[in-house]
């Protein structure tokens, strides 16, 4: 993923769904969308974005990584 010293619009999430809560890390950013999925992109050497690969991603992907169970909290 190429550093950015500045704010840079993201790319992935669908049309229709608007970001909820967006989470930033050093290597990853995690947004959660109004459909109620995670969505991720950055660093994945080890899985970590939760998109079932190793790949690392440069727009927001889906995460398919979380079990059915987990509910998004109002």
Sequence with gaps: VA???????????????????VVCDYYHTIVLGSDGHGYATGANRFGELGTGDVAQKNRLTRMTGLPEDVKRSE
């Design 3 to 21: 550093q950015k010293n500045r704010l840079t619009r993201m790319t992935g999430l669908p049309e229709d769904v608007k970001p909820l809560h």
